[in-house]
């Protein structure tokens, strides 16, 4: 199996998390500053290459209803950009409250607020991941 890349994808960032080569576990990487589509298909492409990536999973930020709202869209538009880029597979995940989740984690582990922040996109990627990898496991 190969690994896999989990993006929680914003406006100002984008969280990175990858799998181990089993498929079986999530690992925060990095967050990246977003900077122009290109520069960060730059940094994307350089950490498809470092882990030996095969496929790419992105957060899908669905309304609480189940629909699509332009938060989601975007992520799409990015998802489709990502695959025609890369040729790699993009796997859309459904990720509501991942960034709650990852905040609460964060707040009972009594992360202050600033580190918070730089960390909050990266664990969410993470979750994101993680949840993909455990549905495709059962």
Known sequence: MTRLLGLDVGDKTIGVAVSDELGWTAQGVETIKRQ???KDLARLKELIAQYQVGAVVVGLPKNMNGTIG???????AFG??????????????????????AERMLISADVSRQKRKTVIDKMAATLILQGYLDAKSR
């Open 36 to 38: 122009s589509k290109e």
């Open 70 to 76: 332009p938060r989601a869209e975007l992520c799409q």
């Open 80 to 101: 489709k950009f990502l695959e025609e880029r890369t040729s790699l597979p993009v796997h859309m995940w459904d990720e509501r409250l991942t960034t709650m989740a």
